[in-house]
């Protein structure tokens, strides 16, 4: 669990005002150094991440965020990027060090149930009050929450905290990624074509994830490149219940599917696993809407520097390009950098979030649809292009 990517990782969050002690109490629930602690308020600047394991919730990702309380012109960015955190929390830590003056705390709460994000609310520096069960009451009085006494100083109360997080938590066990699709026993054939955007030595992260999923399920696996598909049709006593490719190859690889054979591909499995693949299809379809002077946002969760050749920035628009004339326009945003802005698209084509959590994908669609703008994936897009959309089997 400890090599699990921060991708799968549940994002468990810290909000509070400046100087509640976030930062102590994250060092307190990973019994490390992780945080810089200090009594000057507004030492956390930036979100700082941790990855560990709360047992029994699994792999984590504790963010630490600045104070919501931030002033100032560098105060404001400051609580734009915590509030931009939201996007990507799966669950929430509310923190606080006193029971009186909790509008901010409310707003914010009001916001994460708004957002549906489980929140945990905490009252740290327990070991200072005089009277913890009236400030307890107090502040479920006004929150409608009961808080979780701790001290990040002693570490009393940690033990409790857990407890508190796994039951916010609840039973969200990860949907199998090629659920509906395979099932113990089927012989499965993964296409997987090692072009310059493959890591050197290593398979990407989705062809990885798909493998695992498979082998846990009891399938038989067989991987092959998109020149010897044919050879390892061929060796097979019976056709493959699904071909799995690389979008960029569909075509190639439906025209050579044997007839009984299922076919999809990573980035598909991809729009299921992290997004809403029923509006993913739909904004796939929209593609047909485009005219010579639409815009059009490409958003990839990686980082990596442009190559030759890159299925985002290069192929698709060469492809859509293709249909509608070099006057068509597209952005470039990688990583988290999103626009906050999107009416001025026609349309969005997003990786497959491999890198993401669901809940940032998720809101990233969420986003797209409060303003009306059609959003899809490469493996979607790249398949209504060639026509074969209606032929993808989905998850």
Same mark, same amino acid.
């Given at each position: ?5 921060q ?11 400046r ?21 000057? /308020? #507004?030492? @956390?600047?930036d979100? *700082?991440n ?5 047992? $029994?919730? &699994?792999?984590?990702l =504790?963010?630490?965020?600045?104070g ?17 955190v ?30 549906e ?25 006004t ?10 100083k002693?570490h ?8 508190a997080?796994?039951?916010a ?11 509906g699709?395979?099932? /113990? #026993?089927? @012989?499965?054939?993964? *296409? ?6 493959? $890591?050197? &030595?290593?398979?990407? =992260? ?27 049709l ?38 299921a ?25 490409i ?28 006057s ?68």
């Amino acid at each position: 669990m400890n090599n699990s990517p921060q991708s799968l990782r549940r994002h468990i969050a810290i909000f509070g005002r400046r100087n509640v002690g976030k930062s102590s109490l994250l060092n307190s629930l990973t019994g490390q150094q992780v945080a810089i602690v200090s009594p000057e /308020a #507004g030492t @956390t600047t930036d979100p *700082v991440n941790r990855a560990m394991e709360i047992l $029994p919730l &699994g792999p984590c990702l =504790l963010i630490d965020t600045a104070g919501f309380d931030d002033v100032g012109h560098v105060g404001e960015l400051r609580n734009k990027r915590t509030h931009k955190v939201l996007d990507q929390t799966d669950m929430a830590m509310l923190v606080m060090d006193q029971s009186q003056d909790l509008d901010l705390e409310k707003k914010w709460l009001e916001e994460l149930q708004r957002l549906e994000i489980p929140t945990v609310v905490v009252l740290n520096k327990g070991d200072t009050f005089s009277n913890i069960d009236t400030a307890i009451e107090q502040i479920n009085l006004t929150l409608g929450i009961k808080p979780i006494a701790v001290s990040a100083k002693s570490h009393e109360g940690i033990d409790s905290l857990r407890k508190a997080l796994t039951q916010a938590a609840g039973d969200d066990e990860q949907t199998s990624l090629t659920a509906g699709l395979a099932k /113990a #026993g089927d @012989t499965v054939l993964l *296409v997987m074509p090692q072009d310059p955007q493959a $890591p050197k &030595g290593r398979l990407i =992260l989705p062809q990885v994830q798909t493998i695992r999923d498979l082998l846990d399920k009891g399938c038989i696996v067989t991987c092959c490149g998109v020149d010897s598909l044919e050879q390892s049709l061929n060796t097979m006593t019976k056709p493959p219940a699904i071909i799995i490719t690389d979008s960029q190859v569909f075509s190639q690889v439906y025209q050579k599917k044997p007839e009984g054979s299922l076919l999809t591909s990573f980035s598909v499995l991809m729009a299921a696993s992290k997004g809403n693949i029923e509006i993913l299809v739909e904004g796939a379809k929209a593609i047909d809407r485009l005219t010579p002077k639409s815009r059009i946002l490409i958003a990839e969760a990686c980082t990596h520097a442009p190559i030759s050749e890159d299925i985002g920035r290069e192929k698709i628009p060469r492809m859509i390009r293709k249909k509608y004339g070099e006057s068509i326009s597209f952005d470039i945003h990688a990583g988290k950098d999103y626009p906050t802005d999107l009416k001025k698209y026609d349309l969005i084509v997003h990786c497959g979030a491999c890198m993401f959590n669901r809940r940032l994908m998720l809101s990233r669609i969420m986003r797209a649809q409060e303003q009306g703008v059609p959003i899809t994936n490469y493996g979607l897009a790249i398949a209504h292009l060639q026509g074969i959309l209606d032929k993808v089997s989905l998850p």
